[in-house]
């Protein structure tokens, strides 16, 4: 099960106060302390929207702490509501809705300990449709070769102006030593002084070819709102190097172009220039408190980080092979080193026996079978020889999914 995409910030010293989307943000110095972080968007596509609510976490944490058994509702200027419930380390609306032009959206969340929290009302944006996204392939962008994708808008009514960029992008994955069996210690498959013993079996699920889709972590963010015209040409979104694995098979991106209001803009735009790495809300180094459009209905003086808008969206996919970029080049390396690695299976007093270490590997799914070979004599304990690859190598559900997505084509 993957895990929610949430806003993360590091509080380490400094904090930046950005008062309003046209106020300077002020500099100042504190402690650490922990403050709620709430990200939603709500779009105009019909769907269950969602809502993602953290907190901020220290430097020496790894993930951020997830708000749990909040009450979150979304409601608008005609008397509806919509609820969400708690799924998944996020908060999903129970039913399906889109935003509406004429309607005006609030969220408020009261959390298990009677802290509540309210939005700015919120309007949608302007609807405009992304045109395409190409593939081009990039002979020297900073000393790199590649493949660039790039967007297409235009506005004729010139009401969109700012842009937010996200992508998905889809990986076919073939397990170079993939095998049709696999290994697995069996603790009832002992001898007399009790070492546990390999076992291998049919595989019955798919482990050989999967797909992998990853989220990007970056704020891609463009403004027209100083052309002669709102257009967007070829606006580069994301770039993949030519010896990226993510490309050696089959690929697709979607992405999703998000139009934004000026305050929303902004927000975005400051979080990208506090970002110490660009990678913007997933940033484990972001150094800075930014105030957005939510406040605490209690206690004005606490800290509240997120945003909450409403936007229209809209999204195209492409789909490409290695070759149809980079006819009759060397694919890309694999993402995994798939040496293959030899075990004499056997067990002490022997000191050339790897039986255990082999049986730990297994155990942790470090290590898959590939093959193996028994040697004449059968009794001897240094004629059993094991062949293994690393997991990623010889079964692909290790790092990605085998289920293969509606939205493929081959």
């Known amino acids: 099960m993957k895990k929610a995409t949430h806003f993360k910030y590091l509080f380490i010293g400094l904090f930046f106060s950005l008062i309003s989307c046209v106020d300077p943000y002020q500099l100042q110095t504190s402690n650490f302390e922990e403050a709620i972080v709430i990200e939603a968007t709500i779009t105009n596509e019909l769907k269950k929207q969602e809502v993602l609510i953290s907190k901020t976490y220290r430097l020496e944490e790894n993930e951020p702490i997830l708000v749990s058994n909040a009450s979150v509702t979304v409601s608008d200027n005609l008397g509806n509501q919509y609820n969400f419930e708690e799924a998944d380390g996020k908060y999903i609306s129970t039913t399906e809705f889109r935003a509406e032009n004429d309607r005006q959206y609030k969220l408020n969340i009261t959390t298990s300990d009677g802290k509540s929290y309210s939005s700015t009302t919120q309007k949608l944006t302007a609807v405009n449709e992304l045109e395409n996204i190409t593939a081009t392939v990039i002979t020297n962008l900073e000393g790199q070769r590649g493949v660039e994708i790039a967007a297409n808008s235009f506005d004729p009514t010139n009401s969109s102006k700012y842009y937010r960029f996200e992508f998905y992008e889809t990986s076919k994955a073939t397990a170079p030593k993939w095998r049709d069996l696999y290994a697995v210690v069996n603790p009832d498959l002992t001898d007399s002084v009790g070492h546990e013993y390999i076992e291998l079996f049919p595989r019955v699920t798919e482990a050989q ?45 979607e992405v999703r172009q998000i139009i934004q209001n000026l305050e929303s803009y902004t927000y975005y735009k400051t979080l990208q220039e506090l970002s110490v790495t660009g990678e913007s ?106 062949t293994y690859v690393r997991a990623k190598c010889g079964d692909c559900t290790s790092f990605s999914s085998n289920i293969r997505p509606d939205f493929w084509i081959d």
């Open 209 to 253: 070819v999967c797909y992998l889709t990853e989220k990007n972590k970056k704020i891609v963010l463009t403004s027209t709102n100083f052309l002669n015209e709102d257009r967007i040409s070829n606006f580069p979104v994301h770039f993949l190097n030519d010896f990226d694995y993510k490309i050696g098979e089959r690929y697709s991106i």
């Open 281 to 386: 809300i997933l940033s484990q180094n972001q150094p800075g408190f930014l105030v957005g459009n939510i406040k605490s209905d209690d206690n004005p003086k606490e800290k509240v980080i997120g945003f909450f808008e409403v936007a229209s969206v809209s999204s195209k996919r492409i789909f490409f092979n290695y070759e149809d970029l980079f006819p009759g080049e060397e694919k890309p390396p694999y993402l995994e080193d798939c040496t293959e690695l030899e075990y004499t299976y056997c067990f002490l007093p022997f000191p050339e026996c790897d039986g255990r270490q082999l049986n730990g590997n297994v155990k942790a799914q470090i290590l898959v079978y590939y093959e193996h070979e028994q040697l004449e004599p059968e009794d001897d304990p240094f004629n059993l020889i094991y």
